[in-house]
């Protein structure tokens, strides 16, 4: 009876902790209160890597809004900019912006200044990004470069050149972050160094800008490959040429091509629209209590990426032990 009663109470603990920890996550997992704008009249917002996807969708929904919109395009000539320009009001600016030059974001710098509306700068956010898919050893000490350079160098260059004004205006700064920030994934070495680390810098950016005013905001999207064009899309043949001699014999031919099937059909099966995506950018751009992080998946995802860190490593290293991808590869490699 004494252990029934114990595990009874040892349960209750648990159970009220757990209540309790989760009421105390929801009460601070949002920003203390501060300002908002009900509409974007007289505010100006800057968005990066805006030729196509989650960009070219926020800066419709913004211009729609009344914020003067400078929608920062790494192809201001290009189908997808001149298209966005075509479909919004005189209040949207095409600016060329291509996160990885100095020159292009002083220049940026320079026109939004001259193009304040009243109110000045209310947010910026960085969107621009690129993505990529292979194992460590098949990758280059460029692609990592390349990989960093854009996601977060060109989140840090641009963050740098636009504070003061972000800071004038006691205003947002929000950054596209993914779930591979923290969610260990076969295949996704590169792409996950650079958003770990501008989670990093978010997360310290935000901690300094509590003093000012300014609030920080991460957007952490799941599988939103086919509502955007993000995804490098590449050819067994592509990834085989790449290896030297003695990592073929490691990674052999018929793995790379599995690889390839795996990725894409993974791709294949995830959101098909950015909906949920843009209306969490929105959010964290007008809202008065914008929260630090948006987790964006399905409910069922959602519930084990919020576990996922907290996790002991070594269950979280087991995770991908679990699909049918990874036991094949166990099987294959070094095979003729």
Not at 87 to 104: A, C, G, H, M, P
Not at 279 to 284: E, G, K, N
Request: include cysteine; charge should be neutral; glycine fraction near 8%.
């Amino acid at each position: 009876m004494n252990a029934i009663f114990f595990v009874g109470l040892i349960t209750g603990i648990v159970t009220i902790s757990a209540m309790f920890l989760f009421a105390l996550a929801k009460l601070f997992s949002r920003h203390g209160g501060g300002g908002h704008v009900q509409d974007g009249y007289g505010y100006a917002v800057l968005i990066t890597g805006c030729d196509s996807g989650f960009g070219y969708e926020l800066a419709q929904c913004l211009d729609h809004k009344g914020f003067v919109v400078f929608a920062g395009c790494l192809s201001p000539e290009g189908a997808g900019a001149q298209t966005l320009a075509t479909e919004s009001s005189s209040n949207l600016k095409i600016l060329k912006l291509d996160v990885t030059s100095d020159e292009d974001v002083q220049r940026a710098k320079k026109i939004v200044q001259e193009n304040l509306p009243d109110k000045g700068l209310w947010a910026v956010v960085n969107n621009a990004g690129v993505t990529d898919w292979a194992e460590i050893e098949w990758s280059s000490i460029g692609d990592f470069r390349n990989m960093v350079d854009i996601n977060l160098f060109g989140a840090i260059r641009t963050s740098s050149a636009f504070l003061p004004l972000i800071r004038a205006s006691r205003g947002r700064m929000v950054y596209m972050s993914s779930i591979f920030a923290f969610f260990t994934c076969l295949n996704m070495g590169a792409y996950s160094v650079s958003k770990r680390g501008l989670e990093a810098f978010a997360d310290c950016l935000r901690v300094e800008m509590a003093s000012f005013g300014v609030k920080v905001s991460i957007i952490q999207p799941g599988n939103f490959g086919q509502a955007t064009n993000i995804l490098k899309i590449k050819t067994s043949l592509e990834i085989w040429e790449k290896l030297d001699e003695e990592r073929k014999q490691i990674f052999n031919r018929q793995y790379i091509d599995l690889a390839n099937q795996y990725y894409t059909a993974t791709c294949q099966s995830g959101f098909k629209n950015a909906d949920m995506v843009i209306d969490a950018m929105l959010h964290a751009v007008t809202a008065a209590r914008p929260k630090y992080r948006y987790l964006l998946a399905s409910a069922t995802d959602t519930f084990f990426f919020m576990l996922f860190p907290y996790l002991p490593t070594v269950l979280t290293d087991a995770v991908m032990s679990f699909s049918s991808m990874y036991a094949k590869r166990v099987d294959m490699l070094y095979a003729k």
